[in-house]
């Protein structure tokens, strides 16, 4: 049982954040009694909340921080952020959405208890939670799909369910400490939201997070997280590897998916099912395999669930053939590690990169992947960087930087009023020069897609339909 004596009747509870997740905390608090303030600096997003409660400017929350009994706060808030800075100088407990879900779900606020299934990784979450769900469906289970993706862990409390399946990011995580999964995986761990953590090992930690329940699982073929599974507290501590599986492992063999750790090398699904190109798809597979089995998920609805999965939006997703070069949008492939996963799983490729690279380097990826590229297209701020990387490390690979306009911002577009989609169809002009048949041009930019575009979504789209203009 958790502890919700901080939610008593009268009492004085700051929301930091008012979208999507403020909203989904206040719509929860507010029937309890409970003395909601909501503070955020958008106008517009204290406009658009539709709850009785206090709303007030950060500074102002923070001016009185000593007079609430619990900050619950949205995910975007780092630690070092004056308001929980200054909660956490007077004693205030801080919390987030998933951590106030798990409290209220474990207490049984909302009926029995469900199992809570978490994946977390720096790459695959996505991928990895929806072939999960896909496996429980077909399991017959009443599943649910939520946390960073879907829904909300706090909206989906009230609907009739018995096992959440619940992508977590390390934002989530860090303010989760009382989370106790059924099961949970960290699928890799590679430098990603270092300015949010403040360092590698910070960030590693709350990866750790999902590990804490009765059943952990880990990726053995990333080293940090092998290591966290090492150390992990659970009870039951599970593997999977792209080879051939020891005791307590799930990996592959003889083209099969095999589970050595719930049972004795059980075969659960051919490799060539598997959807998703490359290892990535192999591995993502196997973990969502390792949480079904966790759970008594047997072997048929698990291969089920693969042989009808599909990738999603801006996923390594095919967009079309034009003149023998396949076209592929993997928009969300924001940092390095994600890239060189998508760039490994094609043998000749003209790789579109660049966006903002948020610190980290793509020394070591492009050096990995350089005898798979035949041509590169750099876009963005940060394009630059890519460019040296490739004369080091790729210097017979030709590169074009079709567009030299910089800064375009949330709006998709730059002072001069060129826009994100004007900028990807001369990025499609250039790679389809470079491409030859067989050849696979590539969007998985290695960076976040901010200074040009509204989102990796939106360049991915823009993406696509440059591509598909190509056919007419």
């Known amino acids: 049982m958790s502890d919700l004596s901080l939610l008593v009747p009268g009492a004085r509870i700051l929301v930091t954040g008012a979208g999507i997740t403020g909203r989904s905390v206040s719509a929860v608090l507010e029937p309890t009694g409970v003395l909601l303030t909501i503070c955020d600096d958008d106008p517009l997003a204290l406009q658009r909340l539709i709850t009785p409660a206090k709303v007030v400017t950060v500074a102002e929350a923070q001016a009185h921080i000593a007079e609430y009994d619990l900050v619950v706060t949205s995910p975007g808030f780092p630690p070092t952020a004056p308001v929980l800075s200054a909660a956490a100088e007077a004693g205030v407990p801080i919390w987030g959405d998933v951590e106030l879900a798990w409290r209220l779900d474990s207490s049984g606020h909302f009926g029995p208890p469900r199992q809570w299934l978490v994946v977390t990784g720096t790459n695959g979450k996505t991928t990895t939670t929806s072939m999960l769900h896909a496996m429980l469906i077909a399991a017959g289970r009443r599943a649910v799909l939520c946390g960073n993706i879907g829904n909300p862990v706090l909206d989906v409390l009230a609907e009739p369910s018995e096992v959440l399946a619940v992508e977590l990011s390390s934002f989530q995580l860090h303010w989760a400490p009382s989370l106790r999964p059924e099961a949970g995986v960290v699928l890799n761990v590679a430098e990603d939201h270092l300015d949010w953590h403040g360092s590698m090992a910070a960030y590693a930690s709350d990866k750790a997070r999902a590990l804490g329940g009765r059943v952990a ?32 492992e799930l990996g592959v063999d003889e083209g099969m998916l095999v589970d050595n750790a719930f049972g004795d090398r059980v075969p659960l699904a051919p490799v060539a099912a598997i959807p998703v190109a490359g290892p990535v798809g192999v591995l993502d597979a196997l973990a969502a395999a390792a949480l079904a089995r966790a759970v008594g998920v047997p072997p048929v609805p698990i291969a089920d669930a693969l042989a009808g999965f599909q990738v999603g939006s801006h996923r390594a997703e095919v967009i079309g053939v034009h003149d023998g070069v396949t076209y592929i949008d993997d928009s969300k492939a924001t940092n390095p590690h994600a890239a060189q996963a998508s760039i490994t799983a094609y043998p000749r490729v003209v790789w579109i990169a660049g966006g903002l690279l948020k610190g980290a380097s793509v020394e070591e990826l492009v050096a990995t992947v350089a005898n798979r590229l035949v041509g590169a297209v750099l876009i963005g701020r940060d394009r630059q960087l890519v460019a040296n990387a490739l004369s080091r490390h790729a210097p017979d690979v030709p590169v074009v930087q079709p567009v030299t306009g910089e800064d375009f911002g949330v709006h998709g577009k730059d002072e001069t009023g060129v826009t994100g989609e004007a900028v990807m169809a001369a990025v499609i002009e250039a790679a389809s020069r470079l491409a030859g048949p067989g050849d696979t041009v590539l969007l998985a930019p290695a960076g976040a897609s901010f200074d040009q575009f509204s989102g990796y979504g939106h360049r991915g789209d823009a993406f696509a339909a440059a591509v598909r203009a190509l056919s007419r």
């Open 217 to 248: 699982i880990a990726g053995l073929d990333d080293p940090v997280a092998a290591g966290l599974l090492e150390t992990a507290a659970a009870r039951v501590r599970v593997g999977f590897r792209l080879g051939e599986p020891a005791t307590g």
